[in-house]
């Protein structure tokens, strides 16, 4: 597979449910993005990673957590949502946070569902 | 982040017709990135921008950085029906890109 993946790509869960979002990219890049978009706001940058460590947290909840094991793999564990957490979540990846080639690539993103 | 105001918010038009929607900033940025999202999809990358004045084009697309540096535009040609989609625009300061909210254009046969 090329560029980058993400799973599940729908997903419905309870409140009280944990689950978790899985982002893979095949293109040897070291830093990797989450997104949260919302209908009729721009793109929301959650969180960043460069080289497995976590360079922002933009002030996401914490029923939210990152973890970013390696640089080909970013994961967003989820616990006890709002129905407000519903909307489109985005990884992407660029080369690093040193580079001068600023381009993000993007996965297609996993439509969360909050009931 | 910075604030980027991306117009028109939507466009309907007939296929063949060329398009052109822009992004402003009140801030400097170093790179312009466009990108277009399909429904249910996550965005593409269409053309990256790097230098004040760049022209850069990608098919019948054609973008530009602006000489001030706060703004871009993005035009594109004789335009076709799978064009149709969000297109957003996004301005890079440091590791941070900052989005548009996006123009959604439609193109009818």
Redesign the interface.
């Known amino acids: 597979e090329t560029g980058?993946t993400?799973t599940p790509r729908h997903l419905v869960m309870g409140m009280t449910n944990k689950k978790s979002l899985k982002c893979e990219q095949h293109l040897g890049h070291n830093?990797m993005y989450w997104y949260k978009q919302s209908a009729?706001?721009?793109?929301e940058?959650m969180f960043?990673y460069?080289f497995k460590e976590q360079?922002?947290n933009n002030s996401v909840p914490s029923r939210f957590s990152p973890e970013c094991p390696n640089s080909s793999h970013l994961f967003l564990h989820l616990h006890t949502l709002q129905p407000e957490d519903s909307a489109l979540y985005?990884c992407?990846s660029s080369q690093d946070?040193g580079s001068t080639v600023?381009?993000?690539?993007?996965?297609?993103?996993t439509?969360l569902t909050v009931t | 982040?910075q604030q980027?105001n991306q117009s028109p918010q939507s466009m309907f038009i007939q296929e063949g017709e060329d398009v052109s929607m822009n992004c402003t900033s009140s801030s400097i940025f170093?790179?312009w990135?466009w990108?277009k999202q399909d429904p249910?999809?996550?965005?593409?990358?269409l053309i990256?921008l790097y230098k004040a004045g760049e022209l850069t084009s990608n098919g019948r697309l054609t973008a530009q950085f602006g000489i001030t540096r706060k703004d871009s535009f993005l035009n594109i040609s004789a335009s076709i029906p799978s064009d149709v989609g969000i297109y957003?625009c996004?301005g890079?300061l440091g590791?941070?890109?900052?989005?548009?909210?996006?123009t959604s254009l439609l193109v009818t046969p």
């Not at chain 1, 009729?40 to 793109?43: F, Q, S, T």
């Not at chain 1, 600023?102 to 993103?109: I, L, S, T």
């Open positions: 980058v993400q830093a009729k706001k721009p793109l940058l960043v460069n360079t922002e985005l992407a946070l600023y381009e993000q690539y993007f996965g297609p993103g439509r | 982040g980027l170093n790179t990135l990108y249910g999809e996550g965005p593409v990358l990256a957003f996004a890079q590791y941070a890109l900052n989005f548009g909210k996006g």
